[in-house]
């Protein structure tokens, strides 16, 4: 995959698999460099192969991140539909599975723009009582730049991919 020419389907991926998992996993590499993950809920990617996420839960990662700012996020279509049709064909439609490489930015105010996304996606589930406690408040998020795209590969089954 190549992250400027395929970002458009990269980027209609990671809302997919968003939409069927409600995360996204974040690998990094703690300070003792062992790998570890974090899932997101809050992952957003913008035009120009760099995202965001809101950071009020993560801990470790903001840590992982002053000793080494390199991530992996990686993307899985879990929808019933799209697997068991690719089971039935033995033949994806589509990426099962992304990952994104890239790099941490510092943390900082999240901008109106972007609390405005986060409260689009999670309007289906405004009103619930873990709405409030997950996406209530979010005040800060972390930028991450992108450098290279892969496609995770299952054989025959994503050849044509």
Request: proline fraction near 3%.
């Given at each position: 995959?190549h992250?400027?020419q395929d970002?458009?389907?990269?980027r209609?991926?990671?809302?997919?698999?968003f939409?069927?998992?409600f995360h996204?996993?974040?690998?990094?590499?703690?300070?003792?460099?062992?790998?570890?993950?974090t899932p997101?809920g809050?992952l957003f990617?913008?035009d120009n192969?760099?995202?965001?996420y809101?950071?009020?839960f993560?801990?470790k990662?903001?840590?992982?991140?002053?000793?080494?700012?390199?991530?992996?996020?990686?993307?899985v279509n879990?929808?019933?539909?799209?697997?068991?049709?690719?089971l039935?064909?033995?033949?994806f439609?589509?990426?099962p599975?992304?990952k994104?490489?890239g790099?941490l930015?510092?943390?900082r105010?999240?901008?109106d723009?972007?609390?405005k996304r986060?409260n689009?996606?999670?309007?289906?589930?405004?009103?619930?009582k873990?709405?409030?406690y997950?996406w209530?408040?979010?005040?800060?998020?972390?930028?991450?730049n992108?450098?290279?795209?892969e496609?995770?590969?299952?054989?025959?089954?994503?050849?044509?991919?």
């Amino acid at each position: 995959m190549h992250i400027t020419q395929d970002w458009k389907k990269i980027r209609t991926h990671f809302n997919k698999s968003f939409s069927s998992n409600f995360h996204i996993s974040v690998a990094s590499v703690d300070t003792e460099n062992n790998p570890t993950v974090t899932p997101i809920g809050s992952l957003f990617l913008n035009d120009n192969q760099t995202g965001f996420y809101f950071e009020k839960f993560p801990k470790k990662l903001p840590q992982h991140a002053k000793k080494n700012k390199n991530v992996c996020l990686l993307g899985v279509n879990s929808s019933r539909f799209f697997w068991l049709g690719a089971l039935f064909k033995e033949k994806f439609s589509d990426y099962p599975a992304i990952k994104l490489y890239g790099k941490l930015g510092e943390r900082r105010l999240a901008t109106d723009q972007e609390t405005k996304r986060l409260n689009r996606r999670m309007r289906m589930t405004k009103g619930l009582k873990g709405n409030t406690y997950l996406w209530g408040k979010m005040e800060y998020v972390r930028d991450i730049n992108f450098t290279k795209a892969e496609k995770i590969n299952l054989g025959k089954m994503t050849a044509g991919l």
